[in-house]
């Protein structure tokens, strides 16, 4: 059995900011730095046999205090990049108001084309091939890959049965772990969304307040 944690990356000065797509240069904040620091407190116990992430900072950054912590090398692949969204590449959310492709892809996904971007399936098909590609080269390993918050629901979608129409009914907030298993039998989400403190949707939920223990 292969077991992946598919893990977002920290909080970063581009969240409610602006779009930062791939473009570099984009780091954690320090509230982001902690939040890394707190995936070693709930991960650090197990035993992961290897360690990937998305080439961008922000994702190498929340993977290297577990990766330190547990001895091993970050490796980095593009195929868990985030989602290319080309000519939107630093625009503020204010910028794409009324803008007619922007609210197709706000509202049709999966087959709206950010300009020069690319669409969901393609970015489905480069995250599995991947996970695929680990789960071959460690059959009985616990891999922890840090991504991005679309590429983790279109891998969650394709293992879990879910049309990529339906992509957004996901939630995978800021430094959330997702666990997902691969055996010759098939796939199991074991946990979704395992995220420090109230997750996101938890102010959207119940109108954020602190949850009880």
């Not at 577990?66 to 490796?75: F, M, T």
Request: net charge neutral; glycine share 10%.
């Amino acid at each position: 059995m292969s077991v992946f944690l598919l893990i977002r990356h920290a909080l970063n000065p581009a969240i409610g900011n602006f779009l930062p797509g791939r473009m570099p240069g984009v780091h954690l904040n320090e509230e982001g730095k902690a939040q890394a620091e707190k995936l070693v407190e709930r991960l650090g116990g197990i035993s992961i046999d290897a360690i990937y992430c998305s080439p961008l900072e922000r994702t190498f950054e929340t993977a290297l205090p577990l990766a330190r912590h547990l001895g091993l090398e970050v490796h980095t692949s593009e195929n868990l990049l985030e989602v290319e969204i080309g000519g939107w590449t630093g625009f503020e959310m204010k910028q794409l108001v009324g803008n007619p492709l922007w609210l197709n892809y706000t509202t049709f996904r999966t087959g709206t084309r950010p300009p020069n971007g690319e669409l969901l399936v393609e970015v489905q098909q480069r995250m599995v091939t991947e996970i695929e590609r680990l789960r071959r080269q460690y059959p009985q390993g616990t891999i922890a890959v840090i991504s991005h918050a679309d590429p983790i629901k279109t891998v969650l979608a394709h293992y879990a049965g879910i049309p990529l129409d339906f992509l957004l009914r996901l939630e995978i907030s800021l430094a959330s772990v997702s666990v997902l298993s691969i055996t010759d039998s098939g796939p199991k989400l074991l946990c979704v969304n395992w995220a420090v403190g109230p997750p996101a949707w938890f102010a959207a939920a119940f109108g954020g307040g602190k949850a009880k223990s």
